[in-house]
């Protein structure tokens, strides 16, 4: 059964300045432009915590990590992050357009503890691979800190809605923190402390099953930091935002693939060996693809400096997903591009927006671009339950959860 609990975060108090000033995207969606910008928002945002700059000078004594608990350390000292008197769970909503569509969507969910699991038992259940390097990383931060700034993405099922209500009732009153985003996503979130509105949310989450949708690698560095620390209180769970499978506000978007790198590449050649149809431009792709075929594998391809596209299409096969035949047939088979190439990115760029990754090509900064459809909500569903992973960038759902609006402390 899934343990939820309520908790006290840490949050940044009205000293800090402007919330948008201060909190920011997931660690590992920060450009080194983005990191910039932050930095240059305020003395206090927390991109210093959680991707700080590195420096030439760095010792054992004084490196990002241990600025990191510096940083913190003096945020807590000072009153510029305050820990909320009473736990609580946090009602977190976010309106926002949907990228090429221009669709307006609300997500909801809320943030709370949640106990960490083995996948062995069956009650976490996770879609992708993850990388050693990201998981080192994040577990030097942990053990700095000692504390949690971003929250693992979890769906969990509920068709009846009965959580939403809940969460629903709970934003009736004024938000206790508004965010407008870089991505004018618009973040609010309500403290929901009422004893019996928390235990009726843990009950109705005691019975499901979770699926991470974003944060497999914080995830599994949680777990490893937990079994290290069996004597530190709290380190047995970690911070989360549940959101339900069947949400009408859940969106995937499609990753898509550039390559380049590859030696002798002829872009008609491979065209013509995969037996690709011929499509006029990018607005043609984009109109078949508003028409699902769920019956069909559909992978767009550009290649070349004309508008042309082609569009490599078959008849899908019981359980098979459009993302492992793009990495093993087409990726592996057609180029020769192994798994390993593909997980240290050698001659792979994963980009959101099919404008851009054709961009790239039509530039010549990229021989070839893979554009994919969006995988489903039900298809992650399908192999994280049945115990199978996808291939890394499967998934992107949108928007991102901000990492800042709460903070939990281990320990405290």
């Known amino acids: 059964m899934a343990r939820i609990y309520p908790f006290q975060p840490y949050r940044y108090s009205r000293e800090a300045g402007p919330i948008e000033r201060l909190v920011t995207q997931p660690y590992d969606k920060i450009s080194s432009a983005m990191q910039a910008r932050y ?20 010792t054992a004594q004084d490196n990002v990590y241990t600025r990191a608990s510096a940083h913190m350390n003096d945020w807590i000292s000072t009153g510029v992050l305050k820990q909320d008197a009473e736990p609580a769970l946090y009602a977190y909503f976010q309106q926002f357009t949907v990228p090429d569509s221009g669709e307006k969507l609300e997500r909801k969910g809320f943030i709370g503890l949640g106990a960490l699991e083995d996948y062995s038992a069956g009650i976490v259940h996770r879609h992708e691979q993850t990388l050693s390097g990201p998981k080192k990383d994040r577990l030097e931060l942990l053990r700095h800190t000692h504390a949690h700034f971003g929250q693992i993405f979890m769906l969990y099922p509920d068709p009846e809605l009965a959580v939403d209500r809940l969460l629903d009732e709970a934003s009736l009153a004024a938000p206790d923190a508004v965010v407008e985003d870089e991505y004018r996503a618009v973040h609010r979130l309500w403290r929901i402390a009422q004893p019996d509105r928390v235990q009726r949310i843990q009950q109705l989450m005691a019975g499901t099953k979770l699926l991470i949708a974003d944060g497999h690698h914080r995830y599994e560095t949680a777990l490893a930091f937990r079994d290290q620390n069996a004597g530190l209180a709290g380190a047995d769970r970690v911070m989360m935002t549940f959101v339900n499978l069947h949400s009408p506000g859940l969106k995937i978007l499609a990753t898509h693939r550039v390559v380049r790198g590859l030696a002798d590449f002829d872009p008609s050649a491979f065209r013509a060996r995969l037996g690709a149809r011929e499509l006029a ?9 508003a028409q699902p075929e769920p019956n069909r594998i559909r992978i767009g391809i550009v290649s070349g400096n004309g508008d042309g596209i082609g569009l490599y299409e078959r008849a899908r096969r019981p359980g098979e997903l459009d993302v492992r035949v793009l990495h093993d047939h087409l990726l592996g088979d057609m180029l020769g591009i192994s798994d390993e190439a593909v997980r240290e990115e050698k001659n792979l760029e994963y980009v959101r927006g099919s404008d851009a990754a054709c961009g790239q090509v039509r530039s010549g900064g990229a021989q070839l671009a893979f554009l994919l459809e969006p995988t489903s909500i039900q298809q992650v569903a399908d192999v994280a339950f049945s115990g199978g992973v996808m291939p890394q960038k499967s998934t992107d759902f949108y928007p991102k959860l901000l990492s800042g609006l709460t903070i939990y402390r281990l320990g405290r």
């Open 39 to 58: 930095l240059a928002a305020s003395p206090h945002n927390l991109v210093r915590v959680i991707l700080g700059e590195r420096h030439s000078s760095d």
């Open 281 to 289: 431009s990018l607005d043609e792709l984009k109109r078949i693809f």
